[in-house]
């Protein structure tokens, strides 16, 4: 997506910045700052993609921050607009993410994973073409990761092994040079009276005697162009064997590559068949059927997230469904759906001690919060009465799924703060 978020909103006249064309450049600059703070911390990415991804938002300690971030460059910008410009402040945010993931394919990696949760359930109204935009952006960056960690099924192919040394000029011998030296061996001088270095004084008229003088210097040119010839063998040779050396490493290496990835593909995916068959719980340290329903939903996000990297083909959540539904007792066809209300409400009432411990902690300076974090924040402070998935999420009260549906969902948030806490900070891409 090589547009900005803020040209396409002004665009499609959901922001208006006035006619002066330096503000635009000043919320540029705004996206710059906000972009490289992102980078520095990729963890703090979370907070911006709820808040961006949430046209309803009104209050947040994210806008605050982004507010902080335009006025900086352009001080007099609420005198621009009626009210709180809430949609600027997004467009900043949205901006800011679309420039990171260029550079932390992890960030896009969080945004293709909590979109899939989210944007079916927002009205996004004319704000969609732009955020789908930058969600399929950020769909074929982690489609990349997606083929690293899961190679495909063919077998490994060989690499051509290629040119390993460059074809050059074979060395000439100096002719007139030899011409000299040759002439030298056989008389006092050439045809046109000139004379060599150390040249034989007799000519072959005097034959016993010339042969003495002619025998060793010619055995000297003779071995001079012996050893001469064989030096520059002996170098070719040396820098191809460096050169071919140097490739078959290069050729090992990525032969080993792909063969550890091919088989940490297959490892993967025998311990997933494992599991799906003994249906245990290395995080609740029990039997799935010893759990309740909601238990099951949140312990198989957890386990299967154990598995596998936060980068998966769609297949996986695939398979998590059908691992849901051969434990909870769902046939193919039964769709009875829960609340998102009831899923955190009954999740709260039961002990989840190791449900608390599943998953790290994330930076996080927002007021959204995840279903997941949710879920672990009303364990850690006890049962709640009700749960306001609007005031926390941003999304509407009647949220209601199959629990297998709610597994994928769990999966996607915490793959998606897996990504974000294991990405490495990185310097933002400039656009020119």
Partial sequence: MSTSILQSFLRARLLDIGAEDTRLGKLHLAVDEVAESISKDPSTALGYILVGFDPKITSDPILDMLAAAVEKQWPTYSSAFADTPVILFRAVALDALRKVIETQPAIATAIVLLSRNLLPHIDLGAEKSTLTGLVETAATLMSVLIQSAWPPEESISIPELGAVLSSGKAPKIDRALLLTKVEGTVGPHNSASQAGE??????????????????????????????????????????????????????????????????????RKVALLWWRETLYSLSAQMGYRLLSPEQVVAYMAIDLANHVPPEYPASVESFLRETVRSVVGMDTGQSEEVTLIHLVTALSRLENAALQQSVGKIHF??????????????????????????????LPTEVSLPLPDYAIWLFREIQAMRALTQAEAVEPMVDE
Wanted: hydrophobic letters at 40%.
């Fill in 365 to 394: 300076a927002g007021s959204r919060r995840l279903v997941f974090q949710a879920i672990l924040e009303h364990c850690t402070e006890g049962p709640i009465s009700e749960y306001r998935p609007f005031d926390e999420l941003g």
């Fill in 198 to 267: 150390s040249p034989n004084p007799y000519w072959t008229n005097s034959a016993q005697t010339w042969s003495y003088e002619f025998a060793p210097r010619m055995a000297t040119i003779l071995a001079d162009l012996h050893d001469r010839a064989v030096e520059n063998a002996l170098s070719v040779r040396a820098k191809s064997d460096t050169a071919l050396t140097q490739a078959l490493v290069g050729l090992v290496q990525n032969m080993a590559e792909a063969i550890t990835s091919k088989n940490k593909a297959l490892e």
